[in-house]
């Protein structure tokens, strides 16, 4: 339920007594209130960020909005493109194979913290092959092979195949992409 917390000021009832009992108490808002401000929560939310329909479902449930209120204006929502929980798990996989390197199944486990379903992030994870994520441990393993090529040896291997895993990356294409980023090195150095 929603509440409207009172006014500190002393209401007088019309007898003339104070209200107090009255302020103590939270007073609900309307339906139409609850649907207005559960509106202007989600609109807060989208400008800030683009949100999965379960991340907008959980921040409208903190609010205190009714579950038929917030599944109605959710629905609206959608309706007119607002929310589009598939152009987010696109937009989501894109940009977390772009900027952080990310390995298919670190996205996939991304989505479904997000509230994607499993099936929209096949969908969306759909164009990541196994090459790809391979190419892309080389690519990271070779630019941070450099940064650390005046380590020992084990421990560089060590550090690298650590980044790579919390990146994703199994084991079958970290260590060959170690390997790659190795001689990369010494053909470079």
Do not use: C, W
Not at 111 to 138: C, H, R, V, W, Y
Request: net charge positive; glycine share 6%; aromatic share 6%.
């Amino acid at each position: 339920m929603a509440f409207q917390r009172g006014r500190s000021s002393k209401r007088r009832t019309p007898s003339g007594e104070s209200d107090s009992e009255t302020l103590d108490q939270p007073r609900l808002l309307s339906p139409e209130r609850l649907e207005k401000r559960a509106r202007n929560v989600l609109l807060h939310q989208l400008a800030r960020s683009a949100k999965s329909t379960a991340q907008l479902r959980k921040i409208l449930e903190q609010r205190e909005i009714p579950d038929e209120i917030a599944e109605k204006v959710i629905v609206r929502f959608t309706e007119v493109g607002l929310i589009d929980d598939a152009a987010y798990a696109e937009t989501i996989v894109n940009s977390r194979r772009t900027y952080k390197g990310l390995a298919k199944s670190a996205i996939r486990r991304e989505l479904t913290e997000k509230g994607i379903s499993q099936g929209m992030a096949e969908e969306a994870l759909s164009g990541i092959t196994p090459e790809d994520d391979f190419e892309s441990a080389k690519q990271l393993a070779t630019k941070r092979y450099r940064q650390m090529a005046h380590l020992d040896k084990e421990v560089r291997t060590r550090r690298l195949a650590g980044y790579l895993q919390r990146k994703g990356y199994s084991s079958g294409s970290v260590f060959p992409a170690i390997k790659f980023a190795e001689e990369q090195y010494l053909i470079e150095g």
